[in-house]
């Protein structure tokens, strides 16, 4: 059976995670990560060492070994105990998988435990649910404390927009003062920190999205640029048929490797073009799809031969999508025309292979995601915060308006904001603000 690996802590949280290993190869993989004083490794002890995370970037963590059968799964398992963060946690699951190891399956090291004997089915599903229901509570614990901070956050934003509002009514009593020049390079000032805040809110969300589900990546193109082979590149693996018969991949497929910590989804797709193969025809159709569901899609050229009709068309039916344009075949003389954006890779030498890898995290995952980040993981909140943006680019757009259409835009946006949090039934409390404000008394 193969030796498994995957983070045991929860997403996102904590002082430390934990990365376990179980598998009769565990501790062999672990040694070779983990750099250490001793020689001899006694089970059940805690050994202090450093994992080289890239070249010449060490982290000091804790590592512990259970022999087997005396452990959870009955395998020989390690577990290192690393700082927290996710992304660190990731690339030390990285690491292990490039030594040998697998990625565990959700319940697998439960599983395992089951058919060692170590524990009956029953228990295996209620620990299982236990898991569940402990991280949902965690989950849910450490999204109240989210979303404390996210109320105090908008509260703050709602007070600011109270505020504007009452100097703005302020300007038109008094219009003799020229009150309004200033009143309005206030407001804009405002509102653009405003939206810089969301704006990271959002940035911040997303990508904690990205960590926890992976990025879906599609490979398409015309028939023979080079999908399957750019495939089996990425992965590093002879995973897809490559031949020069066009048409040769009919399904998608599959298949994920990590990168920089970050699971990337590749789904290598049947060349678009005009067929009548009725298998071929679905297998296009599928291509349509995953494009849909598609986070990044690396739209595959070949540089050693001209566009065609096919690559245009290819080139419409994703022009809403996050692309990064890819030449193939650069290993031979170039043909196509050159244009800017693009990245010249060979999926036979493995020319720009590893940028391109870089750059499919880097397009998708703007930041690291520090554990005390406001992240929103609740799909209504996102979307609330998403419209707030809508408003906010209305109010930008109306900035040579009269200040009556702007205070009812902000008006607008302080209520948008206020589902977020459910603080929108007290609208009186900006006429009592008004009440209050009055210039020279
Ligand atoms: N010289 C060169 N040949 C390549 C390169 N990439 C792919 N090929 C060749 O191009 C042909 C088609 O490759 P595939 O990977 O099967 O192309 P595909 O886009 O998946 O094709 P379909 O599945 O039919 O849509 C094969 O003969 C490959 O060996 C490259 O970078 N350089
Ligand atoms: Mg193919």
Redesign the pocket.
């Given at each position: 059976m193969k030796t498994i690996v995957s983070i045991s802590t929860p997403l996102g949280r904590g002082a430390i995670s934990i990365v376990r290993m179980s598998g009769k190869d565990s501790l062999k993989i672990a040694l070779k990560v983990f750099h250490l004083k001793e020689r001899e490794i006694k089970p059940r002890y805690m050994y202090f060492g450093k994992l080289e995370i890239e070249k010449g970037v060490f982290e000091e963590c804790l590592m512990v070994y259970f022999k087997a059968p005396n452990s959870y799964t009955g395998e020989d398992i390690v577990e290192f105990q690393i700082h927290g963060g996710v992304l660190l946690a990731q690339k030390v699951v990285e690491l292990c998988v490039k030594k040998g190891c697998s990625l565990a399956e959700s319940g697998e090291f439960s599983k395992r435990a089951f058919l060692n004997g170590k524990i009956t089915l029953d228990k295996a599903e209620a620990i299982i649910g236990e898991i569940n229901a402990e991280s949902e509570a965690e989950l849910n614990s450490s999204l109240k404390i989210t979303n404390g901070k996210l109320a105090e956050k908008i509260d703050e934003e709602q007070k600011k927009l109270t505020e504007l509002l009452a100097e703005i009514e302020v300007s038109f009593d008094y219009p003799e003062y020229d009150y309004e020049d200033i009143v309005k390079a206030k407001v804009y000032d405002v509102i653009r920190k405003i939206k810089k805040e969301n704006d990271e809110i959002i940035e911040m969300s997303k990508s904690a999205v990205y960590l926890k589900n992976g990025i879906n990546v599609a490979i398409v193109?015309r028939?023979?640029?080079?999908?399957?082979?750019l495939l089996n590149a990425l992965l590093g693996e002879e995973r897809a048929i490559?031949?020069?018969?066009?048409?040769?991949?009919r399904d998608s497929l599959k298949e994920s490797f990590m990168h920089k910590g970050v699971k990337i989804n590749l789904i290598?797709t049947?060349?678009i073009r005009k067929t009548d193969d009725v298998v071929e025809k679905i297998g296009i159709e599928k291509s349509l799809k995953s494009l849909k569901s598609a986070d990044v899609v690396l739209f595959?050229r070949d540089g050693s031969s001209s566009e065609t009709e096919e690559d245009r068309e290819i080139k419409q039916n994703i022009k809403d999508k996050v692309v990064i344009n890819i030449i193939?075949?650069t290993?031979?003389p170039r043909v196509l025309k050159e244009k800017e954006n693009e990245v010249e890779v060979?999926?036979?030498t493995n020319k720009n292979i590893n940028l391109l890898k870089d750059m499919i995290v880097e397009t998708i995952i703007k930041n690291d995601i520090d554990a005390n980040a406001l992240i929103l993981t609740n799909e209504r909140q996102l979307a609330t915060l998403k419209k707030c943006d809508e408003w906010i680019e209305k109010i930008f757009k109306a900035k040579e308006l009269s200040m009556d259409v702007i205070a009812m835009l902000i008006k607008n946006l302080w209520k948008e904001l206020g589902k977020i949090t459910g603080n929108t039934e007290n609208e009186d409390i900006i006429s009592l603000i008004f009440s209050k404000f009055c210039l020279g008394k």
């Open positions: 193109g028939a023979n640029v080079g999908k399957s082979s490559v031949t020069d018969i066009e048409g040769t991949t290598d049947a060349g595959v193939n075949k290993d031979k060979s999926a036979i």
